[in-house]
């Protein structure tokens, strides 16, 4: 199973975008109005949580090409939802869960929380050993993101395919629920529902 260093993947990402940025901004498809990295594919906006006076925004990212490849997540914050201010990229994936090769898989779209002022992100990790798994990953500062070590938080269960992002919420008891699609086969996707405490997978069942 693949595995490489998370920081220097993050590292190698920033640096290309810095490298090629001028020229991709010349180019006349680029676009000005709507928000977008500074280089590379993106899609599926995510991870939306209000943090400190900021809006924060990830999005599915593909740092080396205009062409889908393998997916990390881009990070941007604003304080009007106008004006965006681009952060270096969040995730990369660089886990046996979450890393498979330069053209599949990767860090999918992902769920923001607010637990009492820290930013934290539940992803979908998406390799050929690991199928689609439900991943944590925590930024203190509200801008660099450290992987749970127990990741995946979830994982297939028995009869399933994958499991694919949802929305975590507080109970009033100040547990978390975590509602997420889960893939019965390559047809059907049913909901269920996770309990979490503090963030590790206590109980799960169908709703």
Known sequence: MNKRDHLQALRE??????????????HPWRQDYHYS??????????????IDGYYH???QHYPFSGAWGMMYLSHARSKDLVHW????EAVAPSEPYDYWDEKHGG???CCGIDDEGVYKIIYTGHTEAFGQVECLATAEDGIHFQKYEGNPILQRADGLTGTGHGAPFRCKDGSWKYIFHAHWDSTKVQPRTSYIKDFAISDRGTV
Do not use: F, H, S
Not at 85 to 88: A, G, I, K, S, T
């Open 13 to 26: 990402a920033d640096a290309y975008m810095e490298k090629v940025k001028d020229e991709v901004q010349k």
């Open 37 to 50: 990295p500074t280089v590379g594919w993106i899609n599926d906006p995510c991870g939306l949580v209000q």
């Open 57 to 59: 925004m990830l999005c």
């Open 85 to 88: 201010e681009r952060l270096p």
């Open 107 to 109: 860090v999918y779209t």
